[in-house]
């Protein structure tokens, strides 16, 4: 009997942790739900941080990176999920990686995670991204395949959304592909600043409160009357 006693000491602790887990967990759901219907960030974040730690998934741990990625945490978003390139990522994974990478000036780490995105669902949203990418990392070559892919397949009610202003807007995704368009020309070759203008006037046409094509405008005309000053 003596013998048995620590056998049933150690039985009732390990029963007595796993309600405890148990009930922790029922408290942390509900709490999570709570603060779901509150629509309080925070304590949502506070609720899955506490039930990954509890009962970790993989599930939970995107979710997680998710909410910090649509909080402009992006740092907190990739130190949940990290940065490196994993088959076995989930969609919603990928997407928080490509976006935060972005967000955070990493354009070749970006590129990488928002190409995995398209080998699973290509689409014009996607290769928009990509495009942009490819010209911030010199790829032009392959801008130039993304940018007509673009144009080619972009419908009417399909918006990109710009944030350089205060306040945020959209265009038609066919404008947005048309400055990327010009932009990808002048990059190719500096001389060809009539050709990239026409672009953003393409783009402008579509969209005259396009800001940034407008931006983008005024900045190679600027860049053309100086050259022809210095050509006086």
Known sequence: MKKLAPILIVL?????NAQSKSELQKHFEAYYQEMRLQADVSGVISALTHLNVIAPSKERRDTLAYIYMNNNQHLQALNTIGIEKNPEDSDLAVQVKAVSLKSINQPQRALEQFKVLYERNPNPFLAYEIADLQIQTGDTDGAAINIEYGLANSQ???KHAFFERQQPYEV????????????LVFNQDKNNIEQAIGFMDEALKLEPSFNLASLSKQALES?????????N
């Open 12 to 16: 009732l602790s390990i029963n007595l």
């Open 156 to 158: 009417d009610d399909m």
């Open 172 to 183: 038609s995704l066919k404008a947005a592909f048309l400055h990327l368009k010009g932009l």
């Open 223 to 231: 860049r053309k009357n100086e050259g022809e000053t210095e050509g």
